[in-house]
T-cell receptor
Framework: DAKTTQPPSMDCAEGRAANLPCNHS???????VYWYRQIHSQGPQYIIH???NNETNEMASLIITEDRKSSTLILPHATLRDTAVYYC????????????FGEGTQLTVNP | DVKVTQSSRYLVKRTGEKVFLECVQDMDHENMFWYRQDPGLGLRLIYF???????EKGDIPEGYSVSREKKERFSLILESASTNQTSMYLC???????????FGPGTRLTVT
């Protein structure tokens, strides 16, 4: 699976958009981009995933660059409950493939 | 709507004890995973299973074994617990489609 690079920490004001970047310059054509988050003392929670098109769901939007070497997770109106560690992961989808978690980005939403 | 459950949230065991961590999923998923999470080391994969009675070693299988006798249940076994196995243990499951992986709430195990 391709390696990802994320900033270790970010801050965001409550009610503003949080834009979390991820670099995955070695991503291959059949690898998906996944985002998870982990609120303190809980299991990781799935947010969104995509292959090459931008995706949106009720939680967030995922913007993938045309060359697929980077992506941005957007939380449109961050709340205090969005404070968590956010993980960007790339992987192929084969039987038994597994998620490899890096250190992620600690997002702190401030009042 | 609970999807992945783990038998205990907190567990305290003594060195040398045999420890069973149970995980159950109700989504009929083929793939199930056991991770441990430690400060500064992130989530590390211990074992995973992609079918009943099938298991594969992850990145740190030493000191652990697993059992998957039924599709919905994946057990992690510490044959002889040691203090360096004090950690947060997370179970996860995933289907075959390119869908999300669901995690359980975690079990914080302390070995004294």
């Amino acid at each position: 699976d391709a390696k990802t690079t994320q900033p270790p920490s970010m801050d965001c004001a409550e009610g503003r958009a949080a834009n979390l970047p991820c670099n995955h310059s070695t991503i291959s054509g059949n690898e998906y981009v996944y985002w998870y988050r982990q609120i303190h003392s809980q299991g990781p929670q799935y947010i969104i995933h995509g292959l090459k098109n931008n995706e949106t769901n009720e939680m967030a939007s995922l913007i993938i660059t045309e060359d697929r070497k980077s992506s941005t997770l957007i939380l449109p109106h961050a709340t205090l409950r969005d404070t968590a560690v956010y993980y960007c992961i790339v992987r192929v989808l084969t039987l038994g493939s597994r998620l490899t978690f890096g250190e992620g980005t600690q997002l702190t939403v401030n009042p | 709507d609970v999807k992945v459950t783990q038998s205990s949230r907190y567990l305290v065991k003594r060195t040398g004890e045999k420890v069973f961590l149970e995980c159950v999923q109700d989504m009929d998923h083929e793939n199930m995973f056991w991770y441990r999470q430690d400060p500064g080391l992130g989530l590390r994969l211990i074992y995973f299973s992609y079918d009943v009675k099938m298991k594969e070693k992850g990145d740190i299988p030493e000191g652990y074994s697993v059992s998957r006798e039924k599709k919905e249940r994946f057990s992690l076994i510490l044959e002889s617990a040691s203090t360096n196995q004090t950690s947060m243990y997370l179970c996860a499951s995933r289907g075959l489609r390119p869908t999300e992986q669901y995690f359980g709430p975690g079990t914080r195990l302390t070995v004294t």
